[in-house]
């Protein structure tokens, strides 16, 4: 896990799925005892780091780990829904992330 620099959230306050992966990135960067930068509408950074859609677009919001090499990696780029429920699994974000970090899922 050393290999983590810092963590990084594109978003936009008006969108709906804000708030829930400011939520995972607080508590991920807390967990993890790392920085966390807030980007807000930074589409060059999400252009550049993040997924895209099939125009070729990156869309927010779009958390990232920043490695100590400065390889710059999504960890969670959309927010999963539960078949049962149909609403945000934020259960599962949080282990897609710590998955895409490396880290143990429990």
């Given at each position: 896990?050393?290999?983590?620099k ?8 008006h ?92």
């Amino acid at each position: 896990m050393s290999n983590v620099k810092k963590i990084v959230l594109v978003t936009a306050k008006h969108l709906p799925q804000h708030k829930y992966f400011e939520n995972i990135a607080k508590e991920l960067a807390n967990e993890l005892n790392m920085e966390l930068e807030i980007l807000e509408e930074d589409y060059v950074f999400v252009n550049t780091y993040g997924e895209k859609d099939e125009f070729g677009l990156a869309w927010l919001p779009q958390l990232f780990a920043v490695m100590h090499n400065n390889v710059v990696k999504p960890i969670l780029t959309k927010l999963p829904i539960s078949e049962r429920t149909l609403e945000f699994d934020i259960e599962k974000a949080k282990r897609i992330a710590k998955e895409a970090l490396g880290l143990p899922v429990h």
